[in-house]
Structures are given as C-alpha cells and as structure tokens.
C-alpha cells in the first residue's frame, strides 16, 4: 500500500514451502509485469497478458469463476497508476499485481482479488470510492475503502494507529479487509531492501508487532511465516546471517535423515493400506533460529518436518496409531488440535518419532482441507457473507446494515479488540495496548453457568471476565466462583473453568484501583482506568472493620458479648451422668446427624458427622457416645458470612439477623482482603426450625455473598 516500497538490494528469505505450493511456477519477474502492464493486451472483452499468472493461480482455486471483473479492474488501476513509478523505477501497476497474485495462490475469490487489484487507487489516484461502488458494487467499495490510509495532513503523526484503528473495525464486518492489508504489506516487506536503513528498521517493527500477530489470529501461516523471515533479516542481521549458513551447511551434506524417516513413514502407511501423501517441509528461517536456541546443536532431521495428507478426519487417527505401532514415538510431543482446534482455525494432529541414531522428526498429520486452511486461515473461507446457494436473491442485499455486516465467523479475540478500542481514551493508548494486546497468542475458553462461553487471553483473571461479560457495569462485581467455589477477583482462570460472576446490587458499588494490578485484557483495564479518571475524589479503599473484635448485640443493653457455656439440654447421650456440649467448631443444631465422644472431665462433646474433628477423633481412638436429639427445639449456631465492604454493611446484616429472631451471643468480623470481608456469628434461636429462613435473610443483605454453618478444619 506504500508507493515508496522498492525491490531489495539483496534477495530477502523466502520460504521453501512457498515454493512447493507455487508448483515449480517460474519466479514473477516484476519488471516484466510492469513492461506488460503498460504494453499488455488489454482490448475490451479480452484478458490483459499482464494478469495471466493471476489467472493462473485463480483458476486453480475457482475454475469456474467469472473473470470479468478482474479484466475491468486491471484496466482501471493499470489507467489510474499510468505514470506512477516505485522508488526502483518499476511502473507502481506492478505492486497491486504482485498483491493480488499473492492472495490468488492463497485461495481468494474473485472479489477479494478485484479489490486487491484497487487497493490503492482510492490512496494514490484520483479514482473515488463513489466510482468503485458504480463499477464494482458494494463489497468491492467496501474493501477497498477498509484498506486505504488515513492522510497525514490530517491526521499527523497518529495517522498509522488511527489508519490500523480504521482497518480493524472494518474486518470486524469483513475479514477480507486483513486479507488484503497482509498481502500488501508481504509485497512491501519484499520490496523493503533500498530504503533507508531507519524506515526499514520501523516498518519491520511494526511488521512484527502488528501484522504478524494478526496473521497468526487469521491462521494465514504461509502469510505469516515469511513475514516472520522477513523482519528476522532486517531486525537481526547477523542472527539471520548464521541461520542461512546453518541451512546451507545441512543441505550440503550428504544423505538425508528427514527424507529416509519419510520413505520408512510411507512405507508404513503401505503396509496399513491407508491412502497418504508424505511430505517434507523444510523448516522456515525463524523457525530454524528456535529450535537451534532451543535444542542447541542441530541435526539433520532437526531442519524440516513430516506433514502427512489425507482424505478424512478418521484417516488421521489411523496414521497415528500406526505411527506409534510401527515407530518409536516421541509421546510428551503429541498434540491433538483436530479434537481442539487452536483459535485460528487451525486442525492438526502433531507428533514425532524416533530413529535408532537419536534423530527425531516431528510429524503433522492433517486432512487436505485442513491443510489449506491451515496454510490460508480466513483466506481459505473464500466468501463468508455469500448466501447459500438456495437461499433468497434479497439474503445478499440483507447482509449490509447501516455500512456494517453481521458476521457470524467473526472470531473471539477480534469482538474483544473492537469492543475495547471504542473506549481506548487517545491515539496513544490504542496503539499501546493494540500490540500488548496482540502479544498474547494463547486464548483459553471459560464457561458461564447458563452455558455460554467466554474467550479470554491466557492469564486472564475474574477481573477480566467480569468485563468481557458485563462491560462497564462489571463495575458493580463483587465476586466470583470458579468451578462452583468462592474465589477473589484476583483469580488466574484457566481452560474449561465455569465461573459465576456476583453482581452486587447496591448503587455505591464501584471498581477498585487494586483491580487494575489483576486485570489483564484491554478492555477490563481500560473501562477501570476511565472510571477511576472520572471519579478521582472516590475513596480508594473501604475503611476496615477492627480486627477480630466482638460486635455488640443491639438488642441487648450494654453490649457486653454473653459467655453463657455451650451445654445442650435438647441432647441426650448414652452416659446420663456426663456433661453434654456442642462443639463449637461445627455447631450441630437438630436435625443435624450427630455424633459424640468422651472428653476429658466426664464431658461428651457434640459434632455433626462431617465434621472434621470426627474423623481426627476416631483416627486416635476417642471413645465414642451415642447422641441424640432430644425434645427441645431452641438452638446455639455459629454462622460465617462472606461479603465485599461497603458502608453500612454490619448495621444491615445484624438488623436483618434480629428481625428473624436470632439472637447474638458473639461475632468477629477480619481485616478485609481484596474488598472481601469475612464474619463469624454465634447466634441463638428459639427453634432450630428458623435456622434456613435466616440464612437466606442474610444473604438477602446486599454486598453478602454467601452464608454458612462454621466448619473449622
């Protein structure tokens, strides 16, 4: 899209699947395609010789596709940029060419190629986005309207963040939008080497911090990978110098470990009579520099990988098993991305196998389909938004709203990045946080309870749930469980979590700035940091309660907390001169299935049956007293309640508690931590029976979450 990007000095790396896929196709030379470009057949009706090996590539995809409009065009663009030269003198036509021939091998369809070929005619010439809707309709107008810059005149130094804000939400309706802009900046990276050794150094950063991490969330991994190349030899010259001479010295030996553990492999799946295709891929450059930092030394099989093709999904799993029948596996390298595919569309089964000589060569077992997806990622959709082939002519006009599409194959991590970038405060912290955010590769899948999902980065906490979920009304959280038990805000989530989010109801709720020390997507961080600017006077922390001190009972007078012995007149043991209490680690209330044991001064103590203390006291041989309940009804309990601090609470909680009856002998209420606020009722009713109805009123009290008989351990 840059009409300053120049062939290279040198050739950059390209890598060597890439050159399988091209089929042995002759090398493009570019100054042949701009001499075509000018002088091309291009009479109406006729396919211009200057988009032959665009034909080419298309045609192997979609045979039967219609090539009208590419004609027409190539026609406006070779018009539009007649005069128009790159800063190596080749005429400009022949970057829109090369993009699009780029997109053709990859897969695209026809409209993805029309509006590659004008990309740039919007940016560079005077054709307007008026004129491509009258010629090409609306998607084409679309697209190419997604991919053009934002003028620097008007925009200044935040031109290229706001442009890749604007091209971002644009693939947010259509993927097709970063197909585009991949392509285009690969053809730039190609072209990169005579520029000043500053501007390539920035490109390439940028290349890497945002290009190559979009590439790898759209699976396009043959996009991806020479790009990858490509930054390598400009940011690390003399890493990438070593590398090349490492590959080089691996192919000059003699013999081939990779290609003989292949022809052992093929001859295996003979054997089995499973169809397979048995490739070898060499390992591209930056993937080279890994391993030989991983694995230090590097030998031969060490330089590609096995990648085994097949018909169908079950045929996978038939060459595994018989890769590990017949072969040595290396089973701490199995991955099975078939049964759990990555984020980006990516299936794959992975595993390696061992050589008697120690040589390990890793293997990738995919279907065909699987394989062009994985090399083409959204590419590979061809056309999401087409309707069936069924359904009603008006579908397709349905599927723009207000300028905007609804897609359905939109994926997690873009919905995310959109959402977030709305509340993104200035040019500044969007492109910050645009690449932290697209730093994090891994994603994990949490559940809610009604069975929905939640896409978070991995690391994600309950913080940054709460978010994804409820936006900025995630600011009245005050809690969480994680698998069904309470967790602090601050929890790590991990894949295949079910979290339940508490929202509280009081109006007074609001985020805490320790939130922004857990919360680990744009979004969370962002909606907390714009609430805590517009609120600077709020008060950071709650005031916490005295530690452990007893809470007067209100009504009673004075205050002083009763010390009344914990007997228990409604039990009767077997031994009718003992001592009878309740223990007060779990405070059995009837109709609780007890248990009793002897103690030391003739007493039996009481617990219930989970208890504990139960199991501890027969694991040491404490004699055991048969209890029961007897005829009376009244009750001495310990409750624990947990809550968030928020002012008010314990006057809220000790009325509601004295409104069902419950006396209060004793309570202690912890120092807070992470806004959660634990507390110890021992309380007495006048019938056990009263016992849930008071619970559940404590519950009821907001900024209480939960509620429980004392269960010490």
Known sequence: MSAEATNPATPGPVAAEAAVRRKARPRIDLRRLGRAALLGNAARGRLPDAIGHVVEAHRAHYPDADLEPLRRAYVLAESSHRGQMRKSGEPYI?????????????????????????????????????????????????????????????????????????????????VRVMSIKLADRLHNMRTLGVMRREKQERIAKVTRDVLIPLAERLGVQALKTELEDLVFAI????????TRELIAEN??????????????????????????????????FVSVHRVSRKRGELRGADFG?????????????????????CMTPVVSEFKDFIAVPKFNLYQSLHTAVARGDGQVAEVLIRTHQMHRTAEAGVVALGNPYAPAADA???????????????????????????????????????WSTLREDLAQDREITVFRPDGGTLGLPEGAT??????????????????????GRLATLSTVLVDGDTVQLLMGQDPASEPSREWLEHAHTPAARIAIQRWLAAHPDSTEELPAPAPSRPVPDPSVSGGAPSTAPRTASAVVAARPDATVRLAGCCTPVPPDEI?????????????????????????????????SWGDSTACRVTLVAESFGRPHLL??????????????????????SQQRVRHTYTVELPDAAHLPALMRAMRNVPGVYDVGRAQHQ
């Open 94 to 174: 022949t970057h829109p060419l090369a993009v699009t021939l780029i997109l053709a091998e990859l897969g695209a369809e026809t409209t993805t190629l029309t509006a590659s070929l004008l990309h740039d005619t919007v940016e560079d010439t005077d054709v307007t986005l008026d004129q491509v809707r009258e010629q090409f309709g609306e998607e084409v107008r679309y697209l190419v309207d997604g991919v053009t810059k934002l003028e620097k005149v008007d925009y200044g130094a935040a031109a290229e963040p706001e442009t890749f804000r604007k091209m971002l939400v644009a693939t947010g309706s259509d």
């Open 235 to 242: 940011l690390h010259p003399e890493e990438y110098e070593h």
């Open 251 to 284: 192919a000059a030996r003699p013999g081939d470990p990779l290609a003989e553990i292949a022809d052992e492999v093929r001859g295996v799946l003979r054997e089995a009579d499973i169809p397979a295709e048995v490739l070898i891929r060499p390992r591209h």
């Open 305 to 325: 990988r096995l990648l085994v093709l097949v018909n169908e999904d079950a045929d996978c799993y038939a060459v595994l098993g018989e890769l590990h029948t």
């Open 392 to 430: 009603p002519a008006a579908e397709a006009s349905d599927s723009l709203v207000d300028g905007e599409r609804a897609d359905p194959t939109r994926p997690g991590w873009l919905s995310r990045l959109l959402d977030w970038q709305k509340a993104a405060p200035d040019t500044d912290t969007f």
């Open 462 to 483: 309950c913080v940054d749930a709460a978010y994804a979920q409820y936006g900025e009304d995630a600011h009245a959280c005050i809690g969480a469980r994680v698998n």
């Open 595 to 627: 248990a009793g044991f002897a103690v030391r001064g003739g007493v039996v103590t009481v617990h219930r049956v989970e208890c504990a203390s139960v199991l501890h006291m027969k694991g040491t041989g404490r004699p055991e007293v048969a209890v």
């Open 651 to 672: 006057a809220d909680l000790t009325e509601a508690m004295a409104q069902e009856g419950a006396e209060i002998v004793s309570a202690t209420v912890e120092p807070p």
